[in-house]
Structures are given as structure tokens and as C-alpha cells.
């Protein structure tokens, strides 16, 4: 049962989503599910672009909640004419945001459309969606990144609850090991633009660039194995937002923000002009 565990809330953008009652945080607080996937994640992604010819395009949907980005990348690739083979892995600890989707369907909206493949989904582990090849991988990612089978992926949708609420989650450790395990080109796209998050990023040896804006934030945070994959990666000058950051999280063992910032001086992007 999952009634008790969420509440359906109204967002800025006029869409309704769920609410954690566990960690107080709202899914995709901003513009509404569907409308900040499309953008945070499968425009930025650029699949359209991307998706090779022949397959097969592995995607990694980091935090599948209420199956939103999931279904934001199903609805623009699944149907596409002479489309590859595409597996998309959803990693999750638990399906009960899903069920609670699927129980308010009518009133969400977005789910409506895939209701029997989402209970497909829930039911067999796994469904097929036009091209799409759908997953789940229930566990905890921090140990699942590194022991489960699922393929290199070329696009990561990294959304898991906030750095507040679930830190174990956004560290240099766990991005570093989604980098060990990437394709050789292949980006990754997060709703949080913090200074921490994108050190983490950097430090575990991602090239880091600025995101598109979402409604309620500015601006996000793309990640890439190349930065030629990136718009507008980070410059030299953004280092000073990390040598004055006070952020808790920003303490490595024996290294002050400073320090940290001395040791980013030496990533390639910062060579840039």
C-alpha cells in the first residue's frame, strides 16, 4: 500500500506531482513531471541526435520515482521512424512512487497513456515499448552501479531525492563510479546546479558544463567523457565560486575549498580560453 507514503500537490506549473512524506521533497517541484523531464533531460541528451543507427543506446534513469523522465524518453524515441534498439535501465530502491502513480493516474495525466505497460513493468521486470526495452533495477545504486549487469550507458538521467535529503547519493565515489562504467561518449544531466555537486562531478572525472533553465532554476548541470559533448562547460573563472563556497559538503579529508579549487586548476577544461 502506498497511500500515506505520497501526497498529490499542485507545482508552480500548474501540473500535479507527487510529495514525499519521508523526505518532504516534491518530484520535479518546478514546471510540473513531464514538462521539466522533456527539458532537463531527453532535450539536453540530444537522443534524437545521438542514437546511433544501429543499436543498441543504453540510458541509465538514476531515480526512477514516478517513472516521469522514464516516460518523457519513452514518448520521444519508443515510436520514432527506423529507430535502433535502445535499452533503458531504471534504477530505483523501491517501486512504491510508481505504484502510487499508477494508482492516480487519472489524476497525474502522464501516466495515463502507458498504464498497461507500466503494470507490465511492475509485474515482469521489464517491458518493450516500440524500440525501447524498458528495466528495472531494484537495489541500492550505490552498490547496484557496480555489480549489476546492465550495459555501459551513453546517457545517465542522474535524479535521485536532493543532496538535503539523500547525500549518500551525491558524492565524488558514486559519480566516480557511473564514470568508471560509462560509454566512451556519453553525458549525464542533473537538476542540481550546486557548487558541491558539480566538484563531485569534476573530481571524479567528468567534464562539467552549465544546463539548460528548468522554471524554478536558472540553470542545471550537464556532465560529459568529452568535453566537446558539452554547450557551455565551466571555465577558469567559475573556480572562485568554489575557493569562497562554505558548503559542509565541500570538505574533502584535509583539503580546504582552496585546496580543492587548486587541485580543479589541473582539469583539462580549465585550460580552456
Known amino acids: 500500500m502506498t497511500e500515506g507514503l505520497f501526497d498529490l500537490v499542485a507545482v508552480p506549473g500548474g501540473a500535479l506531482s507527487l510529495r514525499s512524506r519521508e523526505h518532504g521533497e516534491t518530484f520535479h517541484p518546478g514546471i510540473g513531471p513531464m ?55 531504471s534504477f530505483d530502491q523501491t517501486l512504491d512512487p510508481l505504484r502510487f502513480a499508477l494508482a492516480h493516474a487519472a489524476e497525474l495525466q502522464y501516466p495515463l497513456p502507458w498504464k498497461q505497460q507500466i503494470e507490465r513493468l511492475i509485474g515482469d521486470g521489464a517491458v518493450q515499448i516500440g524500440c525501447v526495452l524498458w528495466r528495472i533495477e531494484l537495489g541500492d545504486f550505490r552498490e547496484r552501479v557496480r555489480d549489476c549487469p546492465a550495459p555501459p550507458p551513453s546517457a545517465v538521467l542522474f535524479d535521485p531525492y536532493s543532496p538535503a535529503a539523500n547525500p549518500g547519493m551525491w558524492t565524488r565515489e558514486v559519480f566516480r563510479a ?9 553525458t549525464l544531466t542533473t537538476y542540481s546546479r550546486s ?19 528548468t522554471g524554478e532554476k536558472t540553470e542545471t548541470t550537464v556532465a560529459a567523457t568529452r568535453i ?10 567559475w573556480l572562485e565560486r568554489v575557493r569562497r563556497s562554505t558548503a559542509p559538503g565541500l570538505r574533502a579529508a584535509g583539503m580546504t575549498a582552496r585546496d580543492i579549487a587548486l587541485e580543479l586548476e589541473g582539469c583539462p577544461q580549465m585550460q580552456l580560453p
Request: proline letters at 5%; charged letters at 25%; glycine letters at 8%.
Open 35 to 89: 514538462e521539466e523531464a522533456r527539458l532537463l533531460h531527453v532535450a539536453q541528451h540530444c537522443l534524437a541526435q545521438r542514437i546511433p543507427a544501429r543499436g543498441p543506446f543504453v540510458i541509465w534513469d538514476v531515480g526512477l520515482g514516478a517513472a516521469a523522465n522514464a516516460l518523457a524518453v519513452i514518448e520521444a524515441i519508443a515510436h520514432a521512424s527506423g529507430a535502433p534498439s535502445v535499452e533503458l535501465r
Open 178 to 186: 557511473i564514470r568508471e562504467r560509462a560509454g566512451p561518449e556519453c
Open 195 to 213: 557548487t558541491v555537486t558539480r566538484v563531485n562531478l569534476l573530481r571524479a572525472g567528468w567534464c562539467v558544463g552549465r544546463g539548460a533553465a
Open 228 to 237: 566537446e559533448l558539452l554547450r557551455d562547460p565551466l571555465r577558469r573563472d
